[in-house]
């Protein structure tokens, strides 16, 4: 099993740009969540899912938008990206209310 | 007010001794609890989940206080290699709610 996989790794975008976050899981996990960690911080949940088809928003969803079309798969679209949106973005599954598993993170710098 | 609260340290002890971590929750329904670990620049780990009757594993015991609404870790004969941010994580309406983390050095 590959676990929660996040792809890119690393961007730099500019100011006004928009992308999409990757993330997959292969363990059939119906819960996902997106969270971001700012430098020297916790993590804050954007969003979250608890099944394909469903999907609902966390303490920070300003700025972002997902989907969950798959139980597999739950991308994090940036709109519009602002300099507050640098950040290390760690997606997470989970099979029910008990321990996540994340991603190794994607550091995105908005410049 | 905060869902989770915790000292954010740093916590500087020498390699042997005990140190304990106390985390404060503000949702008195919450069911689950855990202690993440989380290295610099890299994705939380689960350390140990805690349970109403408190559990140990090896060097770590945690502890849960419902009626005062804190969660506790001790980790006991501190390692170099438990140098780490530790994160205390608790349950609530289909999400978790993280602390900012306690952060430990373990000196020679």
């Known amino acids: 099993n590959a676990g929660v996989t996040q792809t890119p790794k690393f961007r730099i975008l500019k100011i006004g740009q928009s992308m999409t976050l990757q993330c997959a899981q292969d363990?059939?996990?119906?819960?996902m969540y997106w969270y971001r960690q700012d430098p020297g911080m916790g993590l804050k949940l954007i969003y979250y899912?608890?099944?394909?088809?469903?999907?609902d928003k966390g303490e920070v969803p300003n700025g972002y938008n997902v989907s969950r079309s798959t139980t597999e798969d739950f991308p994090l679209r940036l709109e519009l990206a602002a300099p507050s949106q640098t950040s290390v973005y760690f997606c997470?599954?989970?099979?029910?209310?008990?321990?996540?598993?994340f991603g190794p993170g994607t550091r995105l710098t908005v410049t | 007010r905060k869902e989770v609260e915790q000292d954010p340290g740093p916590f500087n002890v020498p390699e042997g001794a005990t140190v304990a971590f106390n985390c404060t929750y503000s949702?008195?329904?919450?069911?689950?609890f855990f202690w993440y670990r989380q290295d610099c620049r890299k994705e939380p780990k689960l350390l140990m989940s805690?349970?109403?009757s408190g559990n140990e594993d090896g060097r770590f015991t945690a502890q849960l206080n419902r009626a005062s609404q804190y969660i506790s870790l001790l980790i006991r004969d501190s390692k170099l290699s438990d140098s780490a941010t530790y994160l205390c994580?608790?349950?609530?309406?289909?999400?978790?709610?993280f602390g900012s983390g306690t952060k430990l050095n373990v000196k020679p």
């Open positions: 997470a599954s989970s099979p029910r209310l008990v321990e996540q598993y």
């Open positions: 363990m059939n996990h119906n819960y």
């Open positions: 899912s608890v099944g394909a088809g469903i999907t």
């Open positions: 949702n008195s329904a919450s069911q689950s």
């Open positions: 805690v349970y109403s």
């Open positions: 994580v608790v349950e609530g309406f289909n999400k978790f709610y």
